[in-house]
């Protein structure tokens, strides 16, 4: 299996996905990413979208509205989301940080390692929650390690094992990336779009990959029945 390489990999993602929308682009509203990035947590992103959309009729995507609503009104909103009650909870103490800084605006405007650091000391924010949350609603450089991206990369036989914890996940990928200024929003997209469209949890649709040929997944032969 010869070796690839991650700028490889990112250049094939561009040919497979590059002309397919990701929820997520720099012109996306910044609360919307945020309130998204905690409720898509252990749920699909289609989940998470239904608990936004309903946020949204009722006129709540606004941090001082929403805070203002009691916790069960916002757990019954976000139910489709899943966890609802804890996730509610998680989102009180985004919102109480925000309060704490005046407005969004002004905690997005931290330099990327206060905030990210304010953000992992908020209770219900994790790495990956605090990254999505630096890169997509402040516009920071961050390199966003989830699922999809450790799926892919261990079955290219690529990176620290699979269940290693983010951190070397994160600084394996940082060194591999292109050295020239990542776009490292448009990275994470594709990712998550191959994980989506091709490379599944169950039953990965390689025929229709062009990594198929350098794949050690791939080229795994199924176990007997
Ligand atoms: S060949 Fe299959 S397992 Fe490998 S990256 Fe493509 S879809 Fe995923």
Request: proline residues 17%; hydrophobic residues 15%.
């Given at each position: 299996m010869p070796d690839l390489a991650v700028p490889v990999v990112v250049a094939s993602l561009e040919r497979m996905h590059g002309g397919e929308r990701w929820h997520?682009?720099?012109?996306?509203?910044p609360f919307e990413v945020a309130l998204g990035a905690i409720l898509v947590q252990h749920t699909s992103w289609t989940n998470a979208e239904r608990a936004i959309d309903r946020l949204r009729e009722a006129g709540l995507l606004d941090p001082r509205r929403l805070s203002e609503l009691p916790g069960e009104a916002v757990e019954e909103l976000i139910r489709p989301s899943g966890q609802y009650r804890t996730k509610a909870r998680k989102l009180r103490a985004f919102l109480d940080l925000i309060a704490r800084h005046g407005a969004l605006d002004a905690l997005l405007a931290l330099p990327p390692e206060e905030l990210r650091g304010q953000l992992l000391a908020t209770w219900g924010i994790g790495p990956e929650t605090a990254d999505a949350i630096v890169l997509y609603a402040a516009g920071y450089p961050a390199v966003v390690v989830d699922a999809y991206t450790r799926r892919l990369f261990s079955r290219l036989a690529m990176g620290p094992s699979r269940d290693v914890p983010y951190p070397a996940w994160q600084s394996w990928l940082a060194d591999a990336l292109p050295v020239a200024a990542p776009d490292l929003a448009r990275f994470h997209a594709l990712v998550v779009l191959h994980g989506k469209r091709l490379c599944l949890a169950r039953r990965p649709r390689c025929g229709q990959c062009e990594l198929a040929s350098r794949c050690a997944f791939a080229a795994t032969p199924p176990l007997p029945p």
């Open positions: 997520w682009t720099p012109e996306s509203d």
